[in-house]
């Protein structure tokens, strides 16, 4: 949800889903940084004052001093005593750590799915990744804007891979990965001139299909050639992003 000119329809947005109680407030104020942070609307390096946001969301100090030490405890927010909260950066290392962290986690968590995984989890990821191929990637009328319900489903789709992994510790780092990736690959999706398409959804079925034979080392292969071309594509796309950091 984009925010009006005076920040009328974040106010709503907030209150809405807070019903204005205090600690359920500081909680929807989370949750809608954390959207704005994952979607590039708040981008890396940008500072967050306290007192801007307040206003803006028509919140106290408190709630958001405790909203965005949250988003710190994410990964997604930084605090220094001299300047204040500000979003995490991004950097072409850090898109290396991440993406090769994400790879060992995952690929773990996906080849326990594969060996401990009922009926039930492989009709899951069947039915999650139907749905996912009946939304477009992104706006028909602009290719460089994700359409919002595809990286909804898109979320579930790939946690519905890891999800008969049996470790509530494993899924954890995963989610916190995943989060990370997102920023990278809403920062990526302009496209440079000249830069071929990726094709997403063969690179889905390639890791469904050998899900359905339960062959963990495809799978796993799989995985981590469609996370691999992820970060090809945020790297074509370096010189933006370093743009972004220097000019926020």
Same mark, same amino acid.
């Given at each position: 949800? %984009?925010?009006?000119?005076?920040?009328?329809?974040?106010?709503?947005?907030?209150?809405?889903?807070?019903?204005?109680?205090?600690?359920? =407030?500081?909680?929807? $104020?989370?949750?809608?940084?954390?959207?704005?942070?994952?979607?590039? +609307?708040?981008?890396?390096?940008?500072?967050?004052?306290?007192?801007? /946001?307040?206003? %803006?969301?028509?919140?106290?100090?408190?709630?958001?001093?405790?909203?965005? @030490? !949250? =988003? #710190?405890?994410?990964?997604?927010?930084?605090? @220094?005593? %001299? !300047?204040?909260?500000?979003?995490?950066?991004?950097? /072409?290392?850090?898109?290396?750590? #991440?993406?090769?962290?994400?790879?060992?986690?995952?690929?773990?968590? =996906?080849?326990?799915?594969?060996? !401990?995984?009922?009926?039930? *989890?492989?009709?899951?990821?069947?039915?999650? *990744?139907?749905? =996912?191929?009946?939304?477009?990637?992104?706006?028909?009328?602009?290719?460089?804007?994700?359409?919002?319900? *595809?990286?909804?489903?898109?979320?579930?789709?790939? +946690?519905? $891979?890891?999800?008969?992994?049996?470790?509530? *510790? /494993?899924?954890?780092?995963?989610? #916190?990965?995943?989060? %990370?990736?997102? !920023?990278?690959?809403?920062?990526?999706?302009?496209?440079?001139?000249?830069?071929?398409?990726?094709?997403?959804?063969? &690179?889905?079925?390639?890791? #469904?299909?050998?899900?359905?034979?339960?062959?963990?080392?495809?799978?796993?292969?799989?995985?981590?050639?469609?996370?691999?071309?992820?970060?090809?594509?945020?790297?074509?796309?370096?010189?933006?992003?370093? &743009?972004?950091?220097?000019?926020?």
């Amino acid at each position: 949800m %984009q925010s009006s000119p005076d920040g009328s329809a974040s106010i709503r947005y907030v209150r809405k889903l807070s019903g204005d109680g205090p600690r359920s =407030l500081t909680s929807a $104020l989370h949750e809608r940084l954390r959207a704005d942070i994952l979607a590039a +609307r708040l981008l890396p390096a940008q500072k967050l004052h306290i007192a801007g /946001l307040a206003k %803006q969301f028509s919140v106290s100090l408190a709630a958001v001093r405790e909203a965005l @030490s !949250r =988003l #710190v405890a994410d990964g997604l927010v930084q605090a @220094s005593d %001299q !300047r204040g909260f500000r979003v995490s950066p991004v950097s /072409l290392a850090d898109l290396a750590d #991440v993406t090769q962290t994400r790879i060992d986690i995952e690929g773990l968590a =996906l080849r326990r799915s594969i060996e !401990r995984g009922d009926d039930a *989890w492989l009709e899951s990821v069947k039915s999650t *990744w139907s749905a =996912l191929k009946a939304v477009p990637y992104h706006y028909p009328d602009d290719p460089t804007v994700h359409y919002e319900e *595809w990286v909804i489903r898109h979320r579930i789709f790939h +946690r519905a $891979l890891v999800n008969a992994c049996g470790s509530p *510790w /494993l899924l954890g780092f995963r989610d #916190v990965l995943h989060e %990370q990736s997102e !920023r990278y690959r809403r920062l990526s999706i302009r496209r440079e001139p000249g830069v071929k398409p990726r094709d997403v959804e063969a &690179e889905h079925e390639a890791i #469904v299909a050998a899900v359905m034979k339960r062959d963990a080392d495809a799978a796993v292969r799989a995985l981590s050639k469609h996370f691999g071309i992820t970060k090809e594509f945020v790297e074509l796309a370096a010189s933006r992003i370093a &743009e972004v950091s220097r000019t926020t």
